[in-house]
């Protein structure tokens, strides 16, 4: 299939029975599961803070192979059953340890500020089935703040959640260490100072909770071996974190946000610094980019999702690809208009 002026897209939709985006894969037990957001239609206007993405609920796909047929499961966790959050079942993601599989999951909380909006916090969910139906703690994780979950277990079992965005994700309101309503909707307006860093944090053995307190993952930039600054848009982070090693390297991958790219920086810790390294996806048709990178029969994939089906921002449509890798750890940027 073509777009509307004539481009190739490089790859179809998971599935079209429903609208789906920001695809968190995974293997489990031999079979592919894809945990994304849910969009659904709203007349909400299209703005900064991303209100326009009125998710309310989560349903995984399942894969035996990638190319084979996805079953879409039914409703996995509904907000309406989630006690402590009002609105926007934002981006997730998933773990499994010892017969449990955990969803992480962004969401609104309904305690609000003066102003009436809620602050983002992320929350888990479990199950003892990888398609749900998933039950929520009664609370937000404590110390969490910001949206956008993606977790990594390292080769010698320790769990991190990489986390935050800016803009409609808020990282620019928690500068103080406590949520600013009063904030800015996009971000610090310092061009010339180190840029907002995503967050990691270890978890703790009972996957719920927080074992410390949040860190920056600080990308460097190589030309500078400092940080890249926050004028820097095509480099600096904005969202959708996920983390995966190859080899002894830690790739730490993210958005753009606003000038819509995917990109990556490795580092030799979980922790990083990560250095830039450059870009993973060229933009896709649809405002967000968003991702999860994962090896599968030998080979590693990205999957990632564009507006297709819709070509409206907030209904989207997950795709799979697959990714290189050049001999030096490389990674060759993926068209998603070529073949
Ligand atoms: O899907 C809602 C938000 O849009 C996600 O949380 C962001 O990563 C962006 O994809």
């Given at each position: 299939?073509?777009?509307?002026?004539?481009?190739?897209?490089?790859?179809?939709?998971?599935?079209?029975?429903?609208?789906?985006?920001?695809?968190?894969?995974?293997?489990?037990?031999?079979?592919?599961?894809?945990?994304?957001?849910?969009?659904?239609?709203?007349?909400?206007?299209?703005?900064?803070?991303?209100?326009?993405?009125?998710?309310?609920?989560?349903?995984?796909?399942?894969?035996?192979?990638?190319?084979?047929?996805?079953?879409?499961?039914?409703?996995?966790?509904?907000?309406?059953?989630?006690?402590?959050?009002?609105?926007?079942?934002?981006?997730?993601?998933?773990?499994?340890?010892?017969?449990?599989?955990?969803?992480?999951?962004?969401?609104?909380?309904?305690?609000?500020?003066?102003?009436?909006?809620?602050?983002?916090?992320?929350?888990?969910?479990?199950?003892?089935?990888?398609?749900?139906?998933?039950?929520?703690?009664?609370?937000?994780?404590?110390?969490?703040?910001?949206?956008?979950?993606?977790?990594?277990?390292?080769?010698?079992?320790?769990?991190?959640?990489?986390?935050?965005?800016?803009?409609?994700?808020?990282?620019?309101?928690?500068?103080?260490?406590?949520?600013?309503?009063?904030?800015?909707?996009?971000?610090?307006?310092?061009?010339?100072?180190?840029?907002?860093?995503?967050?990691?944090?270890?978890?703790?053995?009972?996957?719920?909770?927080?074992?410390?307190?949040?860190?920056?993952?600080?990308?460097?930039?190589?030309?500078?071996?400092k940080p890249v600054l926050g004028g820097d848009h095509d480099k600096r982070f904005?969202?959708?974190?996920?983390?995966?090693?190859?080899?002894?390297?830690?790739?730490?991958?993210?958005?753009?946000?606003?000038?819509?790219?995917?990109?990556?920086?490795?580092?030799?810790?979980?922790?990083?610094?990560?250095?830039?390294?450059?870009?993973?996806?060229?933009?896709?048709?649809?405002?967000?980019?968003?991702?999860?990178?994962v090896e599968w029969s030998g080979k590693w994939w990205l999957f990632y999702a564009?507006?297709?089906?819709?070509?409206?921002?907030?209904?989207?449509?997950?795709?799979?690809?697959?990714?290189?890798?050049?001999?030096?750890?490389?990674?060759?940027?993926?068209?998603?208009?070529?073949?």
């Amino acid at each position: 299939m073509t777009t509307r002026d004539g481009r190739h897209y490089r790859a179809q939709p998971l599935t079209t029975q429903i609208y789906t985006a920001d695809p968190s894969a995974h293997v489990f037990g031999g079979r592919i599961y894809v945990y994304p957001s849910h969009d659904v239609p709203t007349d909400i206007p299209d703005d900064d803070l991303g209100s326009e993405y009125a998710m309310r609920d989560y349903r995984v796909l399942r894969m035996d192979r990638i190319g084979g047929p996805v079953t879409v499961g039914p409703v996995a966790l509904d907000v309406k059953d989630v006690p402590w959050a009002s609105k926007q079942m934002w981006a997730p993601d998933a773990a499994y340890r010892n017969g449990i599989y955990y969803l992480y999951f962004p969401a609104r909380d309904r305690r609000r500020d003066k102003n009436g909006l809620g602050a983002f916090r992320i929350g888990v969910a479990t199950s003892k089935n990888p398609m749900g139906p998933f039950r929520a703690e009664p609370q937000p994780i404590a110390g969490s703040f910001s949206m956008d979950p993606a977790v990594f277990t390292d080769r010698d079992g320790a769990t991190y959640m990489y986390f935050g965005g800016i803009w409609g994700g808020q990282l620019q309101r928690w500068t103080a260490g406590a949520f600013d309503p009063n904030g800015s909707d996009t971000d610090l307006h310092r061009d010339d100072a180190p840029a907002l860093s995503g967050k990691v944090v270890r978890m703790g053995a009972d996957m719920k909770s927080f074992a410390e307190t949040p860190r920056d993952a600080v990308i460097l930039d190589p030309a500078t071996g400092k940080p890249v600054l926050g004028g820097d848009h095509d480099k600096r982070f904005f969202e959708a974190s996920w983390m995966f090693r190859r080899g002894d390297v830690y790739y730490y991958t993210y958005s753009t946000g606003d000038t819509h790219f995917l990109n990556y920086a490795t580092g030799n810790s979980p922790y990083g610094p990560f250095t830039y390294r450059g870009h993973i996806l060229q933009p896709v048709q649809g405002w967000t980019t968003h991702h999860s990178i994962v090896e599968w029969s030998g080979k590693w994939w990205l999957f990632y999702a564009d507006t297709q089906m819709s070509n409206r921002n907030h209904l989207r449509n997950v795709k799979v690809t697959e990714l290189r890798f050049a001999p030096d750890g490389s990674i060759p940027t993926i068209d998603p208009f070529a073949p």
